[in-house]
């Protein structure tokens, strides 16, 4: 009993470990991340100008293509109340790192839970440095913030689907996941238009729950709602409701032209849960090889998980479709791409792989169990444990090479000099955005 004990308390040491380990590379690799580009400099900047001035931020991210922002303060108040407790430009990249690190061990948790026969610490290593993850949650840029979010609401969701549950929340698990999904609406709607992706699941969810509980599911979804939620009244109070959906309508209407994308929105969905490494090499597609052939040291990592990122996806859609897999995950992969191809057709926007972003992980549910009839055996499972070393080790020198290239230590004593004499101007100027709603507070 002694020796299993010391066994059980060494594997937990050994998890931990790996745990904060893999917490400390986000971090390290989101510090690395862009900061200069027009995007993140205007997020950083949203939680500056609240820093500076001490006034309430009404509106959040920009909508750029009709000259608007987003209702609400959450923006600003994640990237500028961590300046009040520590006014260094790495403390709003720590709060951000924790929040998407604990949606994913939340949602890594649920998927080990689900699929017993996986080894936990394979899925979570997998779940934190997919490059989707890696490259969208952890630097400031407003998509990456709703990792936390969907993980929270997709976790809740699964939970009160009774072919999916797998009580990880016990005896109250109901009422905490849709609390958890309350919540995750009134988060994601003050950071990014592609929200309204939640909501068919939210109703899904209710049909597919028992129905004889009547009011009690809506009501501890609204619980959940109103904590972040909150945040939105001053704006709705100082500028009217049609401040909350007047950006969703500035960018509505019938678009043709992605009439054509069905495909391509089902190959960028499934490359979610895939090591799809050489898109964010680069932001133009070509500057990848010279990019490359400037640093022969990645030639080799880069090649092998190009190869794992083109294999994985047509394995996940195998495994999903042709194999003995929960005929509801089937319907809710293949209605989840259908839903985004709708919206898409009723949005001015195209449909880039960051506007469905909220959605991931219903593609990690199903890239999990499409891909665990490869992980049965010792052997395959090496490999896999392989193909993530190799994707850590890919990851690691491309954040050596960006560090120095594009992140905020290109010059940091800038930003401390604008964080200290607290003026926004000493770094930048937001954008000039003509908010839709009339009149001020």
Not at 133 to 156: A, E, Q, V
Not at 199 to 215: E, H, K, N, S
Not at 329 to 338: H, T, V
Request: aromatic residues 14%; positive net charge.
């Amino acid at each position: 009993m002694v020796a299993g004990s010391l066994s059980r308390n060494h594997k937990s040491y050994i998890f931990g470990s790996v745990l904060i380990a893999l917490f400390a590379f986000r971090l390290a690799y989101g510090l690395g991340m862009y900061f200069w580009k027009d995007d993140e400099l205007q997020i950083f900047l949203l939680g500056l100008e609240f820093f500076s001035s001490g006034k309430w931020p009404f509106f959040g991210p920009d909508v750029v293509h009709t000259n608007q922002q987003i209702a609400g303060a959450l923006q600003s108040i994640l990237v500028g109340g961590p300046l009040f407790v520590w006014n260094r430009p790495e403390a709003p990249y720590i709060l951000l790192n924790v929040l998407s690190f604990s949606g994913l061990l939340v949602f890594g948790r649920w998927l080990s839970l689900r699929f017993k026969e996986l080894p936990p610490i394979l899925i979570y290593s997998w779940l934190m440095t997919l490059p989707w993850t890696m490259n969208i949650s952890t630097h400031l840029y407003n998509p990456g913030y709703l990792l936390f979010s969907s993980c929270l609401f997709f976790t809740g969701c699964f939970e009160v689907i009774p072919q999916f549950r797998t009580g990880i929340f016990g005896a109250r698990g109901e009422s905490i996941s849709w609390f958890l999904m309350g919540f995750a609406l009134t988060w994601s709607m003050q950071l990014h238009l592609s929200w309204p992706l939640l909501m068919p699941f939210v109703g899904a969810a209710w049909i597919l729950t028992d129905a004889r509980r009547g009011w009690r599911q809506p009501a501890w979804c609204a619980a959940g709602a109103l904590i972040p939620g909150a945040l939105l009244v001053p704006t709705i109070v100082a500028y009217g409701p049609g401040s909350l959906i007047a950006p969703m309508a500035g960018n509505s209407g019938l678009n043709t032209r992605n009439l054509v994308e069905p495909l391509t929105i089902v190959a960028r969905f499934i490359s979610f849960g895939s090591y799809e490494i050489p898109r964010f090499l680069t932001d133009a597609a070509q500057d990848r090889l010279p990019f490359l052939m400037a640093r022969p040291w990645l030639l080799p990592l880069v090649a092998m998980l190009s190869l794992v990122g083109v294999v994985q996806p047509l394995v996940i859609l195998y495994g999903v479709f042709a194999r003995k897999t929960p005929a509801m995950l089937k319907w809710l992969l293949g209605l989840s791409l259908a839903w985004i191809s709708v919206t898409f057709l009723m949005s001015s926007r195209p449909p880039t792989a960051r506007n469905f972003f909220i959605l991931f992980p219903v593609a990690a549910f199903a890239a999990a169990a499409g891909m665990r009839h490869l992980l049965v055996s010792s052997r395959q499972r090496k490999i896999a444990s392989g193909i993530v070393a190799g994707a850590i080790a890919c990851q690691g020198m491309l954040m050596a090479s960006f560090a120095y290239d594009r992140s905020l230590y290109l010059d940091r004593a800038r930003i401390v000099k604008a964080i200290e004499s607290r003026s926004v101007s000493v770094l930048g100027e937001r954008r000039q955005s003509q908010l839709s709603a009339a009149g001020s507070p």
